[in-house]
Antibody, heavy 115, light 113 residues
Framework: QVQLQESGPGLVKPSETLSLTCTVS????????WSWIRQPAGKGLEWIGR???????NYNPFLRSRVTMSLDTSKNQFSLKLNSVTAADTAVYYC?????????WGQGTLVTVSS | DIVMTQSPDSLAVSLGERATINCKSS????????????FAWYQQKPGQPPKLLIH???TRGSGVPDRFSGSGSGTDFTLTISSLQAEDVAVYYC?????????FGQGTKLEIK
């Protein structure tokens, strides 16, 4: 059974960089896309982007100038960096496996942007 | 970007009755070369991540009860719960994965009447 677990700081200061890692267990990171999706409190889901096991990426144009995704196949992990954060980036961040739809999700991690 | 619009925003249905949620995309998500709709439905309960219910518009996800069904093609899609159970109370989202960014609908909150 594939499991995903997000990790990273729960509090980030405005203008700084949000950094999260997703660790995949129970399966290889190869041959799939891996996605980041976020959800502000009480609101809907926003697709941030995805990275293929080869390293190719697709980002949401809304965030593209601030987002970087990477992966480490040796550790079965992939990562998200979002720079120049503001309060509007406060949300629960989910990582997910994507073959098209997202079939496995992490539990999510709340990131608050505040000084 | 493809805009996904769900209706209604909220819905109250009696236990054992049918629940129907609709989703409309601003452009077709049907890929003509393989005749597949790049479309999914998710269920999200409070404090939990979304769960994949339906993919390719009408294929149930692993372990999803058969009271959940998806239909539609092109730009118009429907999620039907044939006989509502108490555990189906949740917010339901549609998503297209035809063209990045892979946008979601705004969500439909389903409650018991």
């Amino acid at each position: 059974q594939v499991q995903l677990q997000e990790s990273g700081p729960g509090l980030v200061k405005p203008s700084e960089t949000l950094s999260l890692t997703c660790t995949v267990s129970g399966g290889s990171i190869g041959n799939y896309y891996w996605s980041w999706i976020r959800q502000p409190a009480g609101k809907g889901l926003e697709w941030i982007g995805r990275i293929l096991s080869s390293g190719s990426t697709n980002y949401n144009p809304f965030l593209r100038s601030r987002v970087t995704m990477s992966l480490d196949t040796s550790k079965n992990q992939f990562s998200l960096k979002l720079n120049s954060v503001t309060a509007a980036d406060t949300a629960v961040y989910y990582c997910a496996r994507s073959y098209g739809a997202n079939d496995y999700w992490g539990q999510g991690t709340l990131v608050t942007v505040s000084s | 970007d493809i805009v996904m619009t769900q209706s209604p925003d909220s819905l109250a249905v009696s236990l054992g009755e049918r629940a129907t949620i609709n989703c409309k995309s601003s452009q077709s998500v049907l890929y003509s070369s393989n005749n597949k709709n790049y479309f999914a439905w998710y269920q999200q309960k409070p404090g939990q991540p979304p769960k994949l219910l339906i993919h390719w518009a009408s294929t149930r996800g692993s372990g999803v009860p058969d009271r959940f069904s998806g239909s539609g093609s092109g730009t118009d899609f429907t999620l039907t719960i044939s006989s509502l159970q108490a555990e189906d109370v949740a917010v339901y989202y549609c998503q297209q994965y035809y063209s990045p960014p892979y946008t979601f609908g705004q969500g439909t909150k389903l409650e018991i009447k």
